[in-house]
């Protein structure tokens, strides 16, 4: 079974500073998903990828598959993206969903 | 399109009752699956469905039951409610069961007391 560690657990910065958060899993996996849940709402998924690096205007997704690890950044941080981001992977074994991490709380101050 | 609409938003429960969580999609997507978050904890599986007729347990089914009659509805049966079920539940769907996007509903409140 996979393992989904996220860190920080917790971080708030100053509006305009550039964020850092990171995912690190136990075992191979086909793909990596980073989530955005905002208080009281729903999950939406921010990006899916296998390799490399996807950008989605201030967002930044990247995975080492050979370190087993991602990293979302937010550049130029603003209070609208405090939110808990969770990262979750497939394992690819087969359809029984995805493993998630225990996301990270973002806060972001004006 | 709506995505993946869920119904309630929110919902009490006494102990010993039972509900059904609906939750319905319109993207022609096979791949549906039921999770539970629960504070301080990653989303668990509940239960899944890789098409009509076909669901399958996930990590944590006990006390749930679910069905799949057509590609769009999947909806999650809670028989008997205990305080144990008390969490935020998610409904999502995917295109494919692997390197594809999941698609997310607004989630379901509930509290059982």
């Known amino acids: 079974k996979n393992e989904v560690e996220q860190s920080p657990q917790n971080l708030t910065a100053q509006e305009g500073e550039f964020i850092t958060i990171n995912c690190s899993y136990s075992?191979?996996?086909?793909?990596l998903h980073w989530l955005q849940q905002h208080p009281g709402g729903g999950i939406v998924s921010l990006f899916m990828?296998?390799?490399g690096k996807k950008k989605h205007g201030r967002l930044i997704a990247t995975i080492n598959i050979q370190e087993k690890h991602s990293s979302l950044h937010i550049t130029a941080s603003h209070p609208r993206d405090s939110a808990v981001y969770i990262c979750?992977?497939?394992?690819?074994?087969?359809?029984?969903?995805?493993?998630f991490g225990k996301g990270t709380h973002l806060i972001i101050q004006p | 399109n709506a995505g993946v609409t869920q119904t309630p938003k929110f919902r009490i429960l006494k102990i010993g009752q039972s509900m059904t969580l609906q939750c319905t999609q319109d993207?022609?997507?096979?791949?549906m699956y039921w999770y539970r978050q629960d504070p301080g904890m990653g989303l668990k599986l509940i239960y899944y469905?890789?098409?009509?007729?076909?669901?399958d347990k996930g990590e944590v089914p006990n006390g749930y039951n679910v069905s799949r009659s057509t590609t769009e509805d999947f909806p999650l049966r809670l028989e008997l409610a205990a305080p144990s079920q008390t969490s935020v539940y998610f409904c999502?769907?995917?295109?494919?069961?692997?390197?594809?996007?999941?698609?997310f509903g607004q989630g379901t409140r509930l509290t059982v007391v």
């Open positions: 469905s890789v098409g009509a007729g076909i669901t």
């Open positions: 993207m022609n997507h096979n791949y």
């Open positions: 075992v191979g996996i086909s793909a």
């Open positions: 990828l296998s390799s």
């Open positions: 999502a769907s995917s295109y494919s069961f692997r390197d594809s996007e999941a698609f």
């Open positions: 979750a992977v497939h394992s690819g074994g087969g359809a029984d969903g995805l493993t």
